[in-house]
């Protein structure tokens, strides 16, 4: 299996800021896409940074023993002092790392991280619906479609389409 | 009826800087309670402006002919570009002066808001579902559950509870 060749051969560490340049080089394709992140897709490296990284409360990547990154995912509170028991994550895979498993790699990551940090529940708030790919990742672990707000993504290939609210309780886990 | 004797006599503003010690008379209790608002119960006066003001888009005030602050409420992008076409606004009626149509004042006056400034949507991302007088107000100004978060709220007296999603379309108002 692919997914096991891969994962065998690379390391999840909290991301450090010496990381970003090669970090920001997987993500700013995908934030230029506009397809799947809400961010401004004409942000630079260092407005990506403050969001992706000093706005959350950790932040990991997905490294090779060579040192390439091939994805990057970071963990924060979902909301303010009486929602943040619910964690909210955010991934990217590296384009050229697609279907080999690194997405579920970060989320079981994510997962233990989550627990780990004392939450006990992990919301995505806007799974864009025509990404199925991710929809269906996130559901074979165990995130359920809670509702879908329509148009609620500003997609910039396809205007605007429909955003699902995930949800999952880690409690018991 | 009620809901026009006292409309009448009132008016909704810009919430000024002035306005913020009254507006936080009222606000205060409301906060401390824990029940309906996700901010932290023992926030102070300057955090609560922060949180209110500074951070939304624009906030407004319902004040009586005396200057008496009844209502407040803020209007901000629900998400960063590409899902900044949806707003979310958080309400706040004084304690004394429920049950007198001032949410629903408030609520009208937020939707020319938002549509004047531009949203196409009004998202509420945390309507705790005990709250069941706010659940319906939203819902016969024409806001639609989306879907119910499990527990997503730490109620500061019944414990964690569910919260829901409410969402109106904005398009063709």
């Known amino acids: ?5 891969t994962t065998a051969m690379v390391q999840i560490r909290p991301l450090l ?3 970003w340049p090669a970090t920001w080089q997987i993500m700013e394709p995908v934030v230029r896409a506009g397809e799947t992140l809400p961010f ?3 942000m630079d490296a260092g407005a990506g940074y403050a969001i992706w990284v000093e706005a959350a409360q950790k932040a990991f990547v997905v490294v090779t023993g060579d040192g390439q990154v091939l994805g990057t995912y970071h963990i924060k509170p979902n909301g303010p002092t009486l ?3 619910v964690c909210n994550c955010g991934y990217v895979v590296a384009p050229t790392a697609r279907r080999q498993g690194i997405g579920s790699l970060m989320f ?3 997962q233990e991280q989550a627990v780990a940090l004392g939450f006990q529940a ?4 806007l799974v864009v619906a025509t990404n199925t790919a991710a929809v269906q990742a ?3 672990n165990g995130m359920a479609i809670i509702g879908t707000l329509p148009g609620a993504f500003h997609h910039q290939r396809l205007g605007f389409v429909d955003a699902h609210v995930m949800f999952k309780s880690l409690k018991g886990d």
Do not use: V
């Open 1 to 5: 299996m692919p997914t096991i060749a």
């Open 17 to 19: 800021p010496k990381d």
């Open 40 to 42: 401004n897709p004409a």
């Open 83 to 85: 929602a943040a028991h």
């Open 108 to 110: 079981s990551h994510s």
């Open 122 to 125: 992990m919301q995505f708030n």
């Open 138 to 140: 996130w559901q074979r």
